[in-house]
């Protein structure tokens, strides 16, 4: 890839991320107040300003982490705790609220890589003085070792960029038994050279992701490094409870000479797990003792929204940032009932995206999907092919009902996380008018994504969203429905087990496209070709709301991290204050 073609694709993403970010704006009839920036209600900036260095900042959460180890670590906000917190990666994305966020900048890499063989090649040489928390050298081959791990079969969730476009890899499992992949060599101790099957331009964005972190072999335990991840940034662990607390502490190791994005600014972080959502609310409303320094980890439960959005004093603790996520109905392809594309298309006229928004916390925090990809990757154009009434037609789906055999409706399961019972609830409901009779089943967030990602159990039904990794529409529509990507055990999205040769065959040529712009017009185009087959229902672009204490600093939602807080930057206004 030519330095030209490098430049016109920064551009290209950054042009269209700042364009998705203003067209996903709800404006003021939308129920709530939206900021110049497209941030919607809550705080325009950052809530609290500069931190101080120092003090606890504790995190409430409803929830334990799904994986953190950097092989597994695949899911927001996880990625972002790990990748701003335990571990570094070749590049990481600028601590910036908005379009300038979007920037990525070298984070263990010297630069963003230099291509050669036409992007096939690409070469990464590593910052001097980078260390570990024992302080022990960070390797380029410990970065090759994770690397290797992410094709373990044992190791499942994460992300399988590497599996894609990595070269010669095709019956590899990883590096447990020994063998190693000759397409990531290491020249010397500081270099990494990845041999790539085609050209990826955007490969300096694709190593953001904590794949490319560093695991120093010495330190693999398996599936249990889940539990203790040995630390390349600025925090260690220092205990981990499961499903009640994790306290991390500075990494004395960690140089902030080496590293232009992450401040550190609390002495301690303490997650603190288990508690109900509107208690972590309410308890951050309040911002009494301890309270008034933390932050919340999961959504503002929908019930609590009133009672920010009408007070200005918590209204200003409130962050909304877009997610640039597609929240779906994933229907399980594989078997019947939705193994009939009439019985898939009759769905998408039965659901009534209306009564999801009002379940998930109503227009001021959500709008109706109409396609799968976001408008963050479509330049702020919302494409609607099917041209579904937002409270749905129950008349047309039981005429394509009809037309499928099905002239009474069916049965049906729908599993969800427990956070998202009531939106559950509305689906079983708004199904009932079309004659579909839906089971709920709802699991513990923590092991959500294992059990959906079951593919020989998978339920008929699943909530899920997806989110760009990075803006291309190569980090989506691929991800969710190219049957090749399906995995027997911890399966990610494609939770509907779409297998369509057409598809397939088209995401290949749209990959091995050279100019930035065609690939994004001809993503649209497929995207729009994927909805005529309905292998899920696109519900709704979310906004993701998160309150902070009132003695919290540098708090805001970052646009690639799906509107999560940047723990990269969060602090305390007065660490004095700060109790733990």
């Given amino acids: 890839m030519t330095k030209r073609m490098h430049v016109a694709l920064a551009a290209s993403l950054a042009t269209s991320l700042v364009l998705g970010l203003g067209a996903c704006s709800t404006g003021n009839d939308s129920g709530g107040e939206t900021s110049d920036d497209g941030r919607g209600p809550g705080a325009a900036g950052v809530i609290g300003g500069t931190p101080k260095k120092g003090g606890t900042l504790t995190v409430l959460s409803n929830q334990d982490f799904s994986h953190l180890d950097p092989a597994r670590n695949w899911v927001m906000p996880n990625m972002d705790f790990g990748v701003r917190l335990l571990y570094r990666t070749l590049t990481t994305f600028k601590a910036a609220p908005g379009a300038a966020g979007s920037e990525i900048v070298p984070d263990l890499a010297t630069d963003l890589g230099k291509p050669s063989e036409g992007g096939k090649v690409w070469t990464f040489t590593l910052k001097k003085g980078l260390k570990y928390e024992d302080g022990s050298p960070v390797k380029a081959e410990d970065i090759k070792y994770n690397v290797e791990r992410s094709f373990s079969p044992d190791l499942t969730g994460g992300p399988d960029y590497a599996q894609q476009y990595l070269a010669d890899t095709e019956g590899y499992q990883g590096p447990l038994k020994g063998k190693h992949l000759k397409s990531i060599e290491v020249p010397d101790d500081r270099t990494l050279v990845f041999r790539l099957k085609r050209p990826v331009a955007e490969f300096s964005y694709t190593v953001t992701l904590p794949t490319f972190s560093p695991v120093p072999e010495s330190r693999e335990k398996g599936v249990q490094y889940d539990l203790r991840p040995f630390s390349s940034g600025p925090y260690k662990i220092a205990r981990y409870d499961r499903g009640k607390q994790m306290v991390l502490v500075r990494n004395k190791h960690w140089d902030p000479g080496t590293d232009s994005v992450r401040k550190a600014y609390p002495d301690k972080i303490v997650v603190k797990m288990g508690f109900k959502g509107g208690q972590i609310d309410d308890r951050i409303i309040a911002s009494q003792g301890a309270d008034a320094s933390a932050v919340e980890w999961a959504d503002m439960q929908p019930a609590s929204v009133s009672k920010v959005l009408s007070n200005k004093e918590t209204r200003k603790r409130l962050t909304a940032e877009l997610t640039g996520c597609t929240d779906m109905l994933h229907l399980?392809?594989?078997?019947?009932?939705?193994?009939?594309?009439?019985?898939?298309?009759?769905?998408?006229?039965?659901?009534?995206?209306?009564?999801?928004?009002?379940?998930?916390?109503?227009?001021?925090?959500?709008?109706?999907?109409?396609?799968?990809?976001?408008?963050?990757?479509?330049?702020?154009?919302?494409?609607?092919?099917?041209?579904?009434?937002?409270?749905?037609?129950?008349?047309?789906?039981?005429?394509?009902?009809?037309?499928?055999?099905?002239?009474?409706?069916?049965?049906?399961?729908?599993?969800?996380?427990?956070?998202?019972?009531?939106?559950?609830?509305?689906?079983?409901?708004?199904?009932?008018?079309?004659?579909?009779?839906?089971?709920?089943?709802?699991?513990?967030?923590?092991?959500?994504?294992?059990?959906?990602?079951?593919?020989?159990?998978?339920?008929?039904?699943?909530?899920?969203?997806?989110?760009?990794?990075?803006?291309?529409?190569?980090?989506?529509?691929?991800?969710?429905?190219?049957?090749?990507?399906?995995?027997?055990?911890?399966?990610?999205?494609?939770?509907?087990?779409?297998?369509?040769?057409?598809?397939?065959?088209?995401?290949?040529?749209?990959?091995?496209?050279?100019?930035?712009?065609?690939?994004?017009?001809?993503?649209?185009?497929?995207?729009a070709q994927i909805m005529a087959k309905s292998p899920s229902v696109p519900l709704l672009w979310e906004r993701k709301p998160l309150l902070a204490g009132s003695n919290v600093a540098g708090a805001f939602g970052h646009p690639m991290w799906t509107g999560q807080f940047d723990y990269a930057v969060i602090g305390l206004k007065n660490p004095d204050k700060s109790q733990g």
């Fill in 332 to 527: 399980n392809t594989s078997r019947a009932p939705f193994d009939d594309p009439k019985v898939r298309e009759a769905m998408q006229y039965a659901v009534d995206k209306d009564g999801q928004m009002t379940a998930n916390g109503g227009p001021a925090l959500n709008e109706v999907a109409t396609a799968y990809l976001p408008p963050s990757l479509t330049a702020g154009n919302k494409s609607d092919v099917l041209r579904v009434e937002p409270g749905g037609d129950p008349a047309k789906a039981k005429k394509l009902l009809a037309a499928a055999g099905k002239p009474k409706g069916f049965k049906t399961t729908l599993t969800v996380s427990t956070g998202d019972k009531s939106r559950a609830e509305a689906l079983q409901e708004s199904l009932s008018r079309s004659g579909i009779e839906v089971k709920i089943q709802a699991v513990d967030p923590s092991v959500y994504y294992d059990t959906i990602g079951d593919t020989k159990n998978a339920p008929d039904m699943a909530i899920s969203g997806w989110c760009p990794d990075y803006p291309s529409g190569s980090t989506f529509l691929p991800f969710i429905f190219d049957g090749r990507t399906i995995k027997e055990k911890g399966n990610q999205g494609n939770y509907a087990q779409f297998r369509d040769e057409e598809v397939m065959k088209r995401m290949d040529e749209i990959a091995d496209m050279g100019d930035p712009t065609e690939a994004n017009k001809a993503w649209i185009e497929l995207d």
